[in-house]
């Protein structure tokens, strides 16, 4: 058995360009990996049982997908970080007869590009199934992927996911690429790579993460991000407040204990 990866790109220079060129490929072939990159893709997954579409671009693969005469009946799942828009979708694009059940494994890091593969990515991460119109046996199906994986597999609503991830990942990205935005502005980059201590360094690292991509989740998810970012700022002005109005006597032990923490 194998793994086929099927690239849709308006060339195939640029879709090469995007995995990392020819080296990519050799390393695929390597990995085990039937690798099949064309701009009229759609032939080629004609006979597949099931997908997961590891692209920003959903609207067009849901388009590309729902013009597939498929020879069995085609499970459509995903690994998106928003659920509500991607399964909306999903239901307006998707025809009835293709069940989608949608994913979201919670093990990514900054580094993109088939040279940064970890062959156990997946191992006791938590993956979130969330969004689904399928039959039980498609998302039994789903869930054994990712549990053979290594994955923890749990289901929630679209909505709740959203609201999870907006606290815990979406939040934490925008604080990271502002640390990184307003060091560039106060620092050289000198000072920053001779000076960053660990502490800077773990927190700036997600910064690191495509800016496009996050910039595209961010919107996507900008209602419950927003609601986040808003008590945060509350939580900044509280301590700005505080230590204008720290007096004398009041220790910085006073300070972070009742305002910090």
Known sequence: PYASITGHSKTLFNFSKTVGGNEAEDDLKNLNFKFFASSKFLSALINIAWCIVGTPEYQVI?????????????????????KVDIFKQALKILPKDYDFVGGHPIAG????????????????????????????????????????????VYLVSPEQHDKIFAHLSHLPHVLAFGLK?????????????????????DYSRISMSSEQLWSEIFLSNRRNLAKGIKNFRRYLDKVAVSYTHLRAHETLRYLVCRVLL
């Not at 849901?62 to 928003?82: E, H, P």
């Not at 935005?181 to 360094?201: A, D, F, H, P, V």
Request: net charge positive; no cysteine; aromatic share 10%.
């Open 62 to 82: 849901f388009s590309d997908l729902a013009k597939i005469s498929f020879t069995n009946r085609i499970i459509v799942s995903d690994v998106g970080s928003i």
């Open 109 to 152: 890091t900054e580094k993109i590009g088939f040279k940064n593969l970890v062959t156990d990515l997946f191992k006791d991460k938590p993956i979130f199934i969330s969004g689904i119109r399928a039959k039980k046996d498609s998302v039994k199906l789903i869930k054994e992927i990712w549990n053979g994986l290594g994955g923890q």
């Open 181 to 201: 935005n307003i060091s560039n502005k106060s620092l050289t980059r000198q000072e920053i790579s001779k000076y960053g201590g660990t502490s800077y360094k």
